[in-house]
């Protein structure tokens, strides 16, 4: 049976999964449903269908995701509009072109009003500035309230934590969708924002960003056995009361199986992630040595301030797991947008190493010395092509 939270002041009965549409829809580039296929769209209904047969009825999409509203739109108004939490995103930008591609997203979703709006990829603070300005995005989000057309707005992000944290203290956001899970918990101090203003807490992309559970290494399922990495890294995150949903970028309506399992086994939550915890912790250590483990991250500077834009924290968190986990092609996937995906994945890879410029920039660290080194073998290990990512807006 699901579950459902109180998505903070929005005052929503979330469901604890989200149906977040960026990998059931036909095209990643923008089209007219003519040009949709019979057996893509019958596998985005089947998911649909699933979704709601299931108790997940909020469906979470974005201008950004290329033919995922125009094929929503033929789904969706067949169902009771009450029953139904509908979410879009809109990248921030200058308020008429905001609403000329929100009025693209509502012309493709067929609705007359959405639930949750998202300004979506709040990544910086000059994004942060161009949808607060007067006369911004945010006024035009305001009166789409006015108009009945929009319940709640909030943002999403890939931004540093103290980005993030930033906006979430203006006070003018219902809900956030950010990154956070098991092997990324920097932005948790985030989330403790989000709640004292008692907002909703949506998790992105838990299963891909997560660390590729759809795919795991051998050695991570061998370390989560008798569960899977993915039923942990559920149970982990719904732990925390302060976080809401998480979505899960289903592609095919079988893509829900896993997650239902974890909340048959939420009488054993704690135990659980408990257990798994410490052996996944465990071998971290035994790879990676104590110290390195417990101090890694200490005097790291932002990407901004490296020499080169070399984005060191990223990087050495990827060695971290694909060393001590194998997960190399989770790795390979990250470490590759590096310096192709603009700010949602910022920095760059190791490719052009200077040691001497990157020793200085890494000298509050207490493995100065060492980092030099661990990032040459990370380029090694993981770099592979660079990649562009599939939507320039998730």
């Excluded at 992000?157 to 956001?173: M, N, P, Q, S, Y």
């Excluded at 949602?344 to 190791?350: D, E, I, L, Q």
Aim: charged share 25%; proline share 4%; hydrophobic share 40%.
């Amino acid at each position: 049976m699901m579950h459902y939270r109180r998505f903070g002041r929005t005052e929503l009965q979330m469901p604890v999964f989200s149906c977040g549409g960026m990998r059931y829809q036909q095209d990643w580039k923008d089209t007219e449903f003519d040009n949709i296929l019979s057996e893509n769209q019958k596998r985005l209904v089947g998911c649909i269908e699933r979704s709601l047969a299931v108790g997940v009825n909020h469906i979470e999409t974005a201008r950004g995701y290329g033919s995922s509203e125009v094929q929503l739109g033929q789904i969706l108004p067949q169902y009771d509009r009450e029953k139904l939490i509908v979410q879009t995103k809109v990248a921030p930008a200058e308020a008429a072109d905001f609403l000329k591609t929100f009025e693209t997203s509502m012309d493709r979703l067929k609705l007359d009003h959405i639930d949750l709006l998202s300004f979506h990829g709040i990544n910086n603070r000059n994004l942060l500035d161009l949808t607060l300005r007067k006369g911004g995005a945010l006024e035009v989000g305001r009166q789409l309230q006015k108009e009945g057309r929009v319940r709640f707005l909030g943002f999403s992000t890939h931004g540093a934590c103290d980005v993030i944290t930033e906006a979430i203290e203006t006070g003018e956001f219902d809900y956030v969708n950010l990154h956070w899970y098991w092997i990324n918990q920097v932005n948790w101090p985030a989330i403790e924002a989000a709640t004292r203003h008692d907002m909703g807490v949506f998790i992105i992309s838990p299963n891909d960003k997560g660390g590729k559970l759809y795919e795991p290494s051998e050695k991570l399922r061998e370390l989560c056995e008798p569960y899977s990495p993915m039923i942990f890294n559920d149970l982990f995150c719904l732990l925390r009361p302060q976080v809401h949903t998480l979505s899960l970028g289903v592609a095919k309506p079988e893509d829900f199986d896993e997650h239902l399992k974890a909340l048959e086994l939420w009488h054993d939550a704690e135990k659980i992630v408990a257990e798994v915890g410490d052996r996944l912790e465990n071998e971290l250590r035994r790879q990676l040595g104590f110290d390195w483990f417990a101090r890694w991250q200490e005097g790291l500077p932002a990407w901004e301030d490296v020499p080169g834009e070399v984005n060191v924290w990223e990087i050495l968190r990827l060695w971290n797991y694909a060393k001590a986990l194998d997960m190399v092609e989770f790795g390979k996937m990250r470490y590759n947008l590096l310096g192709n995906a603009d700010h949602w994945f910022p920095g760059k890879n190791a490719a052009e190493l200077d040691v001497a410029a990157i020793s200085r920039s890494v000298k509050d660290s207490p493995f100065a010395e060492r980092i030099p080194g661990v990032l040459a073998e990370a380029h090694e290990l993981l770099w592979d092509k660079p990649v562009e990512r599939l939507s320039k807006s998730d």
